[in-house]
Structures are given as structure tokens and as C-alpha cells.
């Protein structure tokens, strides 16, 4: 592997504005940017070591102490468990979500390839009408829009409007998932019906 970035607000439970690049040793890169670092203040430029060569700046100790704790907390419950934990709930979800008509659903077929991120529209509705709903109505949180990939959504077929998304985590429990079914059966039988237009808190 010659690189890997990944964020640190996700999975990993972290606060934003963290995150991580592994380069790998044999590859020969030169930043693009340039400050200074604790370590060789004498230099202009960067040094010529790693990690110090690219990393600019004072770093976010404060956020990075952040995710080493949920890095932490991740391994005391077993990443096994909660990769097994995550797929449990989404199965769950896809499985009641099947009889809920008016409810599509983006996610592969394979669970083996699933993770705790699933994506949905109810039709009828935008994505935004949805959100609101959920919140409002139910106090259920996702996340309405592109999600910061316009590409992803013009490939299913979303864009512009994009989609609803949920996040399942270790945390979530299936009394959560059950009762986020349940609102989205609501909401489509809502939806399709012929008074829908008559809502007026929306």
C-alpha cells in the first residue's frame, strides 16, 4: 500500500477535524506546502524525516488526544464485535425496509461488503422534508443532502436532490432501529397519500 487517508470524526470516533495519511516507505513524495514544526525550528523548510516532513505547523493535539481515546475504546470492545454489531443492525433495517412501500433504499446486496452507512429516499419527498420530519416528529437525526459526493449520487441516480443516510454505530441498539422503521413506514403511507400536500408544519 503506497497510501491510505481516512478521516477520524467517523468510524473511529473522534471529533472532526481529525484524521490520517500513512505513506508508505518506499514512496518518494515532496509536500506541497510548507510551515514550520517543534521539532527542527532552525529550518525554513520542512525537515527531511518522517512524520515531521509532512506535517506543517503546530498539530491539533487537543482533537488528536480525542481520537486516540476513541481508537482506544474501539479496541477495549473489539473491532470484530462491532463490525458483527453494525452488519446485525443494518440487516435488520434493510430487512423491515423491504415491506415498507414508497422506501427505497441504496446499499449492496452483499452484506459482506456492507458497513453502518446506508442511504434512502421515501418517495414523494425530498431528502430535506424527510430530515426535518424524522427530527421534528420523531427525534431520529441522519443527514440529508450529497453527503459531499455529487459523483456517488449521480451514479444511483439522486442527484441533485440526494438522499437520506443513517449511520448505524456499536452504540445504536435494535429497539432503535425498530423504531426508525416504524417512522418511515409512517411517513411513506403519509407520503403517498392523497392528503400529503396538506401538511402544514413543514
Known sequence: MD????????GLLGPTGTGALYIGAELDISPI??????SRSDLEYQP????????SGTLNVAGLAGLAAGVRHLLDVGVEEVQAHEKALVTRFL???ASVPGLT???PKDPAVRCGVLSFNVDGLPPSDVGLILDQDYGILGRAGLHCAPGAHRTIGTFPVGSMRFGFSHSNTTAEVDTALGA???LASWAGSPTSVERNHV
Open 184 to 186: 418511515l413506514q409512517a
Open 33 to 38: 506546502m510548507r510551515g514550520g514544526t517543534g
Open 48 to 55: 527531511d524525516f518522517m512524520p515531521d516532513m509532512f506535517e
Open 95 to 97: 430487512d423491515g425496509a
Open 105 to 107: 433504499v441504496h446499499s
Open 3 to 10: 497510501m491510505l487517508a481516512f478521516p477520524g470524526h467517523k
